[in-house]
């Protein structure tokens, strides 16, 4: 099987075991010159996309297990995409230097780690990936993603880059309410999504951007209405951007980024939560 034949399997296939096998070596990449990858996967019934909503428990409503699990399922559905949608890219961007594709590989398989993390913890409780509708967020964002450093600026600087805050907030809110299995879990997520990260600052400032001049090259390969408010979680954490590899001005600027889809979300609540200064 080789590295193409292998995203095509994760995207052809439309049952969820198929998309976690992992090879049991690094596949030999054989270019297919002109290959252009279908715009979604296949899917099965159990897990197919939604266009219905299905809202994420509030941070201060965790005490209860069941707001747990679904934050799990939401995450999970998260995941699932990452797979799918980063062996899309494999298939899209046949010209990429082969450390880029080999980077590809490589976080598809950390995001089948993670899927298979919360996969156990929802299913030993009781509930099963698709009990919920699946959005296909990342899925929608494919027609702005026709470029290697577009795709890395939406995949990981902004989809990515939230999960930075994301999986911070949760594994201190897991753990504030005393399931520390699962704040492990998202421990374990937290410092793969930093490599995540990191592997999307090298593709999109690898011609050579400087550090202060991140922040714009990152605007200015984003496409309205997808705006950097993606790139942040309701609670922001700008020392997790420059661990990630990003400038100290780039997180500044990200911090103070404010836009028309800026919501009146729960970071004083959250702050209260976790029993942190309101800012």
Known sequence: MTLNEYAQFLLSSPNLEDKLYSPEKMPEDIFWPEFVPKDRPE?????????????????????SEENRILSLH????????AVEIFAWAILKFQNAPSSVRKSLYKTILEEQKHLKL??????EWG??????PLNYIFWKQTPNMQSLQKFFAIMALSFEGANLDFSMIYQKAFEKFGDQKRADIMQIVHDDEIRHVKRGVKVVFSDGTSQDQQWEKYLDLLTHPFTPRRAKGFLYFPELRTKAGLSPEFAEALGAYT????GTTNARIVKN????EAG
């Open 259 to 262: 836009d028309e889809y800026d």
């Open 118 to 123: 919360y996969l156990a913890s929802i299913r």
């Open 43 to 63: 899917r099965s019934s159990k897990i197919i996309f939604s266009d219905k909503k299905s809202k994420m428990p509030r941070v201060e409503h965790l005490n």
């Open 273 to 276: 939560v976790f029993g942190m």
């Open 127 to 132: 509930m099963d990936l698709g009990d919920r």
């Open 74 to 81: 939401h995450f999970a559905n998260h995941e699932l995409m």
